[in-house]
């Protein structure tokens, strides 16, 4: 008789607890023990119906015969319901680049584009060198470089693995580590042109004409009857690239400030002098804004015939620029998604800094291409002289609009011109635009800058947006006559 009351008395204490939580749970309350469905969850690991754990399912539930109490078991990893990620907001550790979701600074299965012995940490400002040495030891690094980001309100530790560790391994290990930051590797960027087609002997002298009669991007965006009205005037430009040669006629009086991030000796390169040529250039050539003035970053090394840079030069480079009051940053390379690069983006572009990148040369399959796919950031396709898309251009949601960039004739180092391709140039042209707009009106946002840009662009391709041209051709003319709240009399009719 007593072993039938036990029985039953566990039977009704079991479906007391069991039913409410399984109704609860199917009805999307959010906390129930069974998730499922298609709304919210987000980072707390169940389905996306408001919470619970993933799959779904009687998964985890079991029952505690002597007490009655149903207990769950989440599967391995998972995050309990109703508690919150550790440490996964923006500008903190963890936080992911490109869509700006949280996330670990593990780079993703099969990522090679990083310096294989190196990650970047950041630490707090105030973290004493005690401690700095006792997180060194601990993880067995060895410190190669450091500077203070204001960008990111904290230091930047560059560390070298002195053993075959894997660069994932090291910075799973120092995300466990609660005085650290953020860790991540140290990505690698690349130039977006093409070898040079062809070299031009330019040494003949012509008749003098607006630019030269190659520059056939000049009549494309409208340039010479933009200039009518703005020519950059004084805007500072910064070019985060290879070393500009300050000599290059192109450029006289407009590079007025360089910061260089590499230990090797100064070497002026073709890609950076090409460039700033194509934002400023005011002698033989007509740059985008001629009266722009450039702020040169040299952070990628041309040592060994190609030129890349690190995440740790790159947001040296940026901070700088944003300390030298740079309106404009030019970002014409390409790579992984990056979350410190990411973070320093959203920094600057809070900061009211236009942020404009090459889409890159990878072509149609290839996955986006950082930093042109950030949200802040203003991706530039290229096109040829009769608006076709560049063949190698990356394509994408993200592409916001095009402008020439193949058989492009720029100038390089030592008073030399050649003719290249690459959506390197189209950002360049477009960030020469963006200029002109600022001189017009220098309480533009990044955001108005953008929606400008892409309101007075050329359609191209299908009807409308789409993902080869974005918005279409930029119309430098249109850009500066139609900006708000410009004054209509200040535009001179094109001839």
Do not use: C
């Not at 039977?11 to 939580?21: F, I, N, R």
């Not at 780079?107 to 004493?128: A, F, H, K, Q, Y």
């Not at 740079?326 to 790579?335: H, Q, T, W």
């Amino acid at each position: 008789m007593m072993r039938k009351l036990a029985a039953l008395l566990i039977a009704a204490l079991t479906a007391a607890v069991v039913l409410p939580s399984v109704a609860s749970a199917q009805k999307g309350g959010g906390r129930g023990l069974i998730g499922s469905g298609d709304r919210g969850g987000g980072d707390r690991g169940g389905g996306d119906r408001g919470g619970g754990f993933r799959g779904g399912g009687m998964m985890g539930l079991g029952i505690g015969l002597a007490t009655g109490i149903i207990a769950s078991q989440p599967p391995a990893g998972a995050q309990p319901t109703g508690e919150k990620p550790k440490r996964q907001s923006s500008g903190s550790r963890n936080s992911r680049g490109g869509s700006g979701g949280g996330g670990s600074g593990v780079p993703p299965s099969g990522e090679r584009r990083m310096v294989p012995d190196e990650v970047v940490i950041t630490l707090s400002n105030n973290i004493s060198p005690q401690t700095i040495n006792a997180i060194r030891t601990r993880h067995r690094l060895t410190q190669l470089d450091s500077q203070q980001i204001a960008l990111l309100n904290s230091t930047v530790y560059r560390w070298r693995i002195p053993d075959r560790r894997s660069v994932a391994t090291v910075v799973r290990a120092l995300e466990g580590d609660n005085r650290v930051a953020s860790a991540q590797p140290n990505y690698l960027f690349s130039l977006q042109q093409t070898p040079a087609e062809a070299k031009t002997d330019l040494t003949v002298a012509i008749p003098p004409r607006y630019g030269d009669p190659a520059q056939y991007a000049l009549a494309k965006m409208r340039l010479q009857d933009a200039h009518r009205i703005a020519k950059g005037g004084e805007i500072r430009v910064a070019v985060i690239d290879s070393g500009i040669d300050p000599e290059q006629p192109e450029l006289a009086g407009a590079l007025i400030g360089s910061f260089d991030t590499l230990k090797s000796a100064f070497t002026p390169h073709s890609h950076g002098t090409a460039i700033a040529a194509l934002i400023a250039a005011h002698s033989r050539l007509m740059g985008s804004a001629p009266d722009a003035r450039i702020l040169g970053v040299r952070a990628f090394d041309p040592t060994g015939g190609g030129a890349e840079a690190t995440t740790f030069n790159i947001v040296r480079g940026l901070d700088w620029s944003v300390a030298q009051n740079a309106r404009i940053v030019n970002m014409s390379f390409a790579g992984p998604a990056d979350p410190m690069i990411h973070r320093s983006l959203e920094a600057a572009n809070k900061k009211g800094i236009v942020l404009i990148a090459a889409a890159g040369n990878a072509g149609e399959k290839s996955p986006p291409l950082y930093p042109a796919a950030e949200p802040s950031v203003i991706a530039v396709g290229a096109t040829d002289a009769s608006d076709n898309l560049f063949k190698a251009s990356n394509r994408g949601r993200h592409i916001a609009l095009a402008a020439p960039g193949v058989y492009i004739l720029v100038a390089v180092p030592n008073g030399g011109y050649e003719i290249s391709s690459g959506t390197s140039y189209s950002a360049a042209e477009v960030s020469g635009i963006a200029a002109l707009m600022l001189q017009r009106k220098q309480d533009l946002s990044p955001a108005a800058v953008r929606e400008v840009l892409l309101k007075t662009a050329k359609d191209l391709g299908k009807k409308g947006r789409d993902d080869d041209f974005g918005a279409g051709l930029a119309d430098a003319y249109r850009a500066v006559t139609e900006l708000p709240g410009a004054l209509v009399s200040d535009a001179v009719p094109p001839k």
